[in-house]
């Protein structure tokens, strides 16, 4: 039981996952039992419409500086300037922040490299092979929603 709910938790096999990392989830969420509830727990809360709903309200707030089917390609980047690329659009600013799962950010060309460190971590962390659905269901006496 143990195995199936580190394993769920964890998105990946358990043979991905370091005995380190796993003793160090359960500490973190005060055991095992919040990782797993719906009531008080973890499961237990959900965002109304969906957490891309988010999203959606973030780029209509934004407008047009969201661009959508235009992944970064390039990356040039020095200590105080950094340059981000696709395919139809070039920015530069100060700063980026990169929130791609980390395995894709191979994908990018980054100039100059990434320090070595940075580019082994990014070889060492593949994303997980579990994926996940959610449904409702809506019962027929009453027509609650379960
Ligand atoms: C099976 C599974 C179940 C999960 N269940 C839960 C749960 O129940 N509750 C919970 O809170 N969390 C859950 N998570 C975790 C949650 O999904 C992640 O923590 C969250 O999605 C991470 O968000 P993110 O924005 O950091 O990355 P992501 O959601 O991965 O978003 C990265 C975005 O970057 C975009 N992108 C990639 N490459 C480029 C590029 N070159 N240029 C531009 N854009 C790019 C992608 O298209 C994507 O939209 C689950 C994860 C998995 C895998």
Redesign the pocket.
């Given at each position: 039981m143990v195995t199936d709910i580190l394993t769920e938790v964890s998105?990946c096999s358990l043979s991905e996952v370091s005995f380190l990392g796993a003793l160090h989830m359960v500490h973190a969420n005060n055991g095992i039992q919040d990782l797993i509830s719906a009531e008080g727990g973890?499961?237990q809360d959900?965002v109304r419409g969906g957490?891309t709903s988010i999203?959606y309200e973030m780029q209509e707030r934004l407008g047009e500086a969201v661009r959508l089917s235009?992944?970064?390609?390039d990356i040039a980047w020095a200590l105080d300037r950094v340059t981000v690329s696709?395919h139809d659009v070039s920015v530069s600013a100060r700063r980026a922040i990169v929130?791609?799962?980390p395995w894709?950010?191979e994908?990018?060309w980054w100039d100059p490299p990434l320090p070595r460190d940075r580019a082994q971590l990014i070889q060492r962390v593949p994303?997980?092979q579990?994926?996940?659905s959610?449904w409702s269901t809506t019962r027929r006496s009453g027509g609650r929603r379960d």
């Open positions: 998105t973890h499961q959900r957490s999203l235009s992944p970064v390609r696709s929130a791609i799962p894709l950010s994908r990018i994303s997980g579990i994926f996940r959610t």
